[in-house]
């Protein structure tokens, strides 16, 4: 090799370095909403009979973790497009968390529409996110089950407790694991270091 390689080789390792240094301070948010995301799946599909009250309030608790940890991001530069879906999960996790008694269809139908809008965030995340077509396609194909599950309940409200329970815990478990996902490769260039 010249001189002029390893020069390029020094300042490509240097330039890893400093953005992992940035990646590695965020990567445990992804981890914690992944988890929290998780958890509502988990409960979503084992307890599908549970009363609907207390169903409500795990996916408000979830969207009120879930909006909060976003939140806690700090200055990013994408913010401004990621503070509608912070906005719109605390008003969606407040709503099933303090008000569980209204309407299973009303309940629903502002669930789906949080799924519906969370998906549709995903997919454009996905397309201004710089990384390559396979993480790319993971992304899309994530947000776009997300949101045709919040679809299906914004459209088909009152089609069984069981069945949405599924529906949830489905578009849950799959949000939890493009958050885990994303978090191990945000951890893993730290890890390098």
């Known amino acids: ?6 020069r390029l080789r020094a300042a490509g390792w240097e330039l ?7 990646l590695a301070d965020v990567w445990w948010k992804f981890m914690l909403r992944g988890v929290f995301a998780a958890m509502l799946g988990i409960f979503a599909l084992f307890w599908p009979t549970a009363s609907f009250t207390i169903l409500a309030r795990v996916v408000g608790l979830y969207c009120l973790a879930d909006s909060v940890s976003g ?14 879906q912070v906005v719109v999960g605390l008003v969606v996790g407040a709503v099933l968390l ?9 309940l629903l139908m502002v669930f789906g529409a949080w799924a519906l809008f ?3 965030s995903q997919i454009v995340a996905a397309r201004r996110a710089s990384v390559d077509g396979a993480d790319r396609g993971l992304m899309s194909g994530i947000g776009a089950t997300v949101a045709v599950i919040g679809l299906v309940l914004l459209i088909w ?11 949830i815990a489905f578009g849950a478990l799959l949000f939890a694991a493009l958050l885990i996902f994303l978090a191990k490769t945000q951890a893993a260039p730290a890890a390098d270091r």
């Open 98 to 106: 303090f008000w569980p008694g209204t309407s299973v269809r009303t």
């Open 118 to 120: 969370t998906g549709v």
């Open 71 to 84: 939140l806690m991001g700090g200055p990013r530069p994408d913010r401004g497009a990621y503070l509608p």
């Open 157 to 167: 409200p009152g089609s069984g407790v069981v069945a949405i329970s599924w529906f």
């Open 16 to 22: 890893r370095g400093q953005v992992s240094g940035k």
């Open 1 to 6: 090799m010249n001189e002029r390689d390893e």
